[in-house]
């Protein structure tokens, strides 16, 4: 049986390892994705800032048009990224949720090997006392003959 609990012990933890790999992946996924909206944004900032600094300056009605469809094309591109963080922010929390179930198994496996060792060094020691009992009743009835 303690076999089979080391082997079981020892799959949770691969599998442990596995789903903290999975949690790191998808954070780091959910950070790129922060990162990319926000260089969109900044890009944007900029892009208006230099169609403000332009327009100082006297804009045609085509430019103008150009300019403001593709800033159109930036909003456009930002609502598109911003409905994408859910499923970022849900592939965290799956693999969240899914790493403290293989935790929790992984310590239910360490929990009863430790039962286990304690129960083993329990009969060990009263099996220790028992010799130790008889060994003094002996050395007891040696004396009294």
Do not use: P
């Not at 990319?36 to 430019?63: F, M, N, P, W």
């Not at 150009?66 to 592939?91: C, I, V």
């Amino acid at each position: 049986m303690e076999n089979a609990l080391d082997f079981l012990l020892d799959q949770a933890t691969d599998k442990e390892q596995q789903a903290a790999l999975s949690l790191s992946k998808a954070r780091s996924e959910l950070e790129g994705y922060y990162r990319q909206v926000e260089q969109i944004e900044k890009y944007r900032r900029d892009y208006c800032q230099q169609l403000i600094d332009r327009g100082k300056g006297g804009l045609t009605a085509s430019q103008y048009g150009h300019l403001n469809r593709f800033l159109t094309q930036l909003d456009e591109t930002l609502a598109k990224q911003k409905q994408a963080e859910s499923h970022f922010k849900d592939q965290v929390n799956a693999c969240e949720e899914h790493w403290l179930e293989v935790r929790k198994q992984r310590r239910s496996y360490e929990w009863m090997l430790d039962k286990k060792a304690e129960e083993k060094q329990r009969l060990e020691a009263q099996k220790e006392q028992r010799m130790m009992d008889e060994f003094s009743t002996l050395m007891f009835a040696r004396k009294l003959r």
